[in-house]
């Protein structure tokens, strides 16, 4: 069910991170869930970290509008045609968001070895002060922030089964996001953040 009210800012300064819980009810998110699994063409890509190239620690894939091709890490992912689902979802967050999403990247987290280290969605590409709209089905797993400059400014919270995280204004721009690694997630857990290429 949508929540009527906003929700607060996650973030002190700096930002905006606006987090929806059950935006997406439990037999929808499970109905979607099942069909990203089924449905997506996943691929473990490598990415250059430091000038090494390693395995990415989960599943990826790229969908969206055809000219819109995506680098990070030093990987270009070609988008593939949205899928019946990926119109769905990005039709139901695009009102809070205020933006036409062109874009969806697609992490699949088969359990807690699975994660995603700190970054920042500030590519070129997203142009400036880029508006995310991440949304996850499945397990639970906890999201971090950290200020880019503040290291003692950190935020953590829980991205549950059928959540809307809506990240816009400075935000990529003064911090660092991840999802770290645990030994107490066993179940499965994918997380898509819609974004827009303006170039």
């Known amino acids: 069910m949508e929540t009527t009210q906003q929700p607060i800012n996650l973030l002190p300064v700096d930002g905006e991170a606006r987090l929806h819980n059950h935006f997406f009810p439990p037999e929808e998110s499970t109905r979607i869930m099942v069909a990203l699994v089924n449905g997506i063409s996943w691929k473990q890509e490598p990415i250059t970290i430091m000038g090494r190239q390693v395995m990415q620690p989960r599943l990826t894939a790229w969908y969206g509008d055809a000219d819109k091709s995506y680098t990070y890490s030093g990987t270009t992912m070609q988008p593939l045609p949205w899928t019946e689902e990926l119109l769905y979802i ?99 857990r994918i997380n898509i953040t819609f974004r827009t290429i303006v170039e």
């Open 90 to 188: 990005r039709s139901r967050i695009e009102p809070l968001a205020g933006v036409r999403f062109t874009s969806a990247l697609l992490n699949y987290y088969r359990d807690g070895n699975d994660s995603m280290g700190w970054h920042r969605d500030n590519e070129k590409s997203l142009g400036p002060q880029p508006v995310i709209g991440s949304v996850s089905f499945g397990a639970a797993r906890y999201f971090h922030f950290k200020h880019t400059k503040n290291k003692d400014l950190r935020v953590k919270t829980v991205l549950t089964d059928g959540s809307f995280l809506l990240m816009a204004g400075d935000t990529q721009e003064h911090w660092y996001h991840s999802v770290p690694k645990t030994a107490r997630v066993t179940a499965a």
